[in-house]
């Protein structure tokens, strides 16, 4: 099954304008023609578009996306889904945000590494190029340290995620 991007935060006006139009677009939706013009405009799902791709080691790239709607933040640890997309299929993963919350260019930014059995990382460490559009899902994960820290702190490392 597809993965499915984020809604996007787009204001509340031009959401009631392509509302009101959507009479007019049957039995397409204004955003089916929007898409013809910019996919980035999709008033159904976030999207984004790859700005850089930074090689980090052979197997593993740290890939900048800017969303085409405004972005609604991220905490150091959260998650969001990616997703690439090709004629053959639309799939996806969950992939840390390794980005700086509120970066000045808008960016946010995820470091896979190369899974041969996956489906997604394959396509971001080998294939991905500036200008891709892909999905981006929402924002999830509490793996996060607290607000007040404690006196002290263990921290403790180990491998998570899934096989994508």
């Known amino acids: 099954m ?3 991007g984020a809604v996007p935060q787009v204001p509340v006006l031009q959401r009631r304008a392509l509302k009101a139009l959507r ?3 049957t039995p397409l939706l204004p ?3 929007l898409e013809l013009i910019n996919p980035l405009w999709s008033t159904q799902e976030l999207r984004g578009r790859i700005e850089r ?3 980090e080691t052979a197997d593993a ?4 996306i800017k ?14 889904a990616s997703a690439s997309s090709s004629t053959a299929c639309t799939t996806g993963g969950a992939y840390s945000l390794t980005s700086d919350p509120g970066r000045p260019d808008g960016c946010i930014s995820i470091t896979p ?37 404690p006196e002290k702190l263990l921290f403790i490392s180990a491998g998570s995620g899934s096989r994508l």
């Open 61 to 64: 790239v740290t890939i900048f």
């Open 67 to 80: 969303p085409g709607w405004e972005w609604p933040g991220h905490e150091p640890g959260s998650t969001c």
């Open 31 to 33: 955003d089916d023609y």
């Open 53 to 55: 791709i930074t090689r």
């Open 113 to 149: 590494k190369l899974v041969e059995e996956g489906k997604v990382s394959p396509y971001f460490v080998r294939h991905a190029k500036p200008g891709a559009i892909v999905r981006i899902g929402g924002v999830e994960g509490a793996f996060k340290l607290p607000e007040l820290f």
């Open 23 to 25: 009479g007019l677009f």
């Open 2 to 4: 597809a993965e499915r």
